[in-house]
């Protein structure tokens, strides 16, 4: 059973650099056609995807985060992380990470999802 679990920290001041971590069990990062993935939902909107990063370390971003948007690993951890740079109140979300299992299966696995407010 595959597993996830973000973590970081829950108050990001504006201007700053949200960082945070999502730590995978029961499967490997690097296992091929497994993407992982980062996910957000601001209060009373809907889901927001944000970015994702392959089993070959390829990433991709949404394009209207992109400017802002980095997804990097760790494998000897099995973790994939993301920072989102110079935040605004508008980033704030509760923030998911999940694995996508191609068009067909979608985002089968995720985690519990972490609150992430930006305020000063």
């Known amino acids: 059973q595959v597993q996830l679990q973000e973590s970081g920290p829950g108050l990001v001041k504006p201007s700053l650099t949200l960082s945070l971590t999502c730590t995978v069990s029961?499967?490997?990062?690097?296992?091929?056609?497994?993407?992982w993935t980062w996910i957000r939902q601001p209060p009373g909107k809907g889901l927001e995807w944000i970015g994702r990063?392959?089993?070959?370390?390829?990433?991709y971003y949404s394009p209207s985060l992109k400017s802002r948007t980095s997804i990097s690993r760790d494998t000897s951890n099995n973790q994939f992380s993301l920072q989102l740079s110079s935040v605004t109140p508008e980033d704030t979300a509760v923030y998911y990470c999940?694995?996508?299992?191609?068009?067909?299966?979608?985002?089968?696995?995720w985690g519990q999802g972490t609150q992430v407010t930006v305020s000063s």
């Open positions: 999940a694995r996508y299992n191609g068009p067909a299966t979608e985002h089968d696995y």
């Open positions: 029961g499967g490997s990062i690097t296992t091929n056609d497994y993407y």
């Open positions: 990063i392959a089993y070959t370390g390829e990433t």
